[in-house]
């Protein structure tokens, strides 16, 4: 059987700070085969970024992956130099942040960019490089390709900088696909164009996808499998359909009460899940979800739960799951 194109097996990351060394990301599990999408969602500071980071490569100097295994294709990642890690990124992962800025060179035409990207990586002539530079900047949606090719990143609109994002994301033929909210900076117009570019993107080239947004709304239009997570930890995690219907983990059922529904009348109030996300050095004790979750007991404030399966490979952290109790999901 082929290997699922990502694995991720108790991935654990640390960062040294001046308080000491902090855990932001605890025994994360997850994997992505073949043309598949999986979504991560949490709140801000859940661990999102940093697990994507870890499995580039890209942790800032303090971070490092302490436990755990990140495969490609089977083929181990943690460890790997940063020389063997350049030829990955690129090659084997294409990326899409949040920030096109961070990706894209000022001091370079786009053109010129995306070409150079495909002399490293596929050892293609100057006029190949060129012809399929123009082919993929016509993939991704912008007008007049070929005149744009001298354009600097500051001549374009936000939309037009994220679709050269996507084109260089793309250029090698990546089997893995990471999208960092990708169009969070985007207006709503643009934003759903951009998503269905990515979409199609992902379809046509059969590569993987982890999208990591905090809107449920793009995690049900795009991705198969959902993790959420929180404080660092995966608390649920299962097909999109199961999870946003029927959540085990009163985590993920404020998540959904907190997205404003159509039907909702104007004047009701949105559900706001009280307090934060904990910090990694305030960390409570028993379920980290505890001192804001409405159903918590008292096993829930002295001991970890684990994740429980819930059947299908709907899994949940929730001493309540383990009980086999459902949760209200009324919105
Ligand atoms: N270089 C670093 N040094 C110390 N702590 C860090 C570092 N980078 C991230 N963190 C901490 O790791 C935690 C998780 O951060 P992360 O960026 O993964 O959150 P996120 O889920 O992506 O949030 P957002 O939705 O805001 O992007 C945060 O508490 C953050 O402060
Ligand atoms: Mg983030």
Not at 68 to 90: A, Q, T, W
Request: with cysteine.
């Amino acid at each position: 059987m082929t290997p699922p194109v990502l694995e991720i097996d108790g991935l654990t990351t640390s960062f040294e700070t001046r308080q000491g060394r902090v855990e932001v990301v605890s025994n994360v599990s997850f994997a992505i085969p073949q043309g598949e999408s999986v979504a991560v969602v949490g709140e801000s500071g859940s661990g999102k970024s940093v697990t994507a980071l870890s499995i580039m490569g890209l942790l800032e100097g303090n971070g490092t992956v302490s436990k755990g295994s990140i495969r490609l294709r089977g083929r181990e990642l943690v460890g790997l130099s940063n020389k063997e890690y350049r030829l990955i990124r690129g090659r084997n992962i294409g990326m899409i942040f949040q920030d096109p800025t961070t990706c894209l060179d000022p001091v370079y035409p786009i053109g010129h960019q995306i070409s150079q990207a495909l002399r490293i990586h596929k050892d293609l002539s100057k006029a190949q490089a060129r012809a399929r530079t123009v082919e993929l900047l016509t993939m991704v949606g912008i007008p007049d390709p070929v005149s744009r090719l001298k354009s600097y990143q500051h001549e374009l609109s936000g939309g037009q900088r994220q679709r050269v994002m996507i084109a260089i994301a793309l250029a090698c033929g990546p089997e893995l696909l990471i999208a960092d909210e990708p169009t969070t900076a985007l207006d709503v117009t643009v934003q759903a164009q951009i998503l269905g570019l990515l979409q199609k993107a992902q379809e046509e080239t059969g590569a993987a996808l982890l999208l990591i947004t905090h809107d449920l709304a793009v995690v049900a239009e795009m991705a198969k499998r959902v993790v959420v997570m929180y404080a660092g930890q995966v608390v649920e995690e299962g097909l999109v359909d199961e999870v946003l219907n029927q959540p085990r983990h009163p985590y993920t059922a404020a998540l959904l009460r907190s997205v404003l529904s159509p039907d909702m009348s104007r004047d009701e109030p949105l559900h706001i899940i009280e307090g934060t996300v904990p910090g990694a050095h305030d960390m409570p004790g028993g379920c980290r979800f505890n001192p804001r979750c409405e159903h918590a007991f008292d096993t829930c404030l002295t001991e970890a739960p684990g994740l429980h399966d819930c059947g299908s490979g709907h899994r949940s952290r929730c001493w309540l799951a383990q009980r086999g109790e459902r949760l209200e999901v009324s919105v």
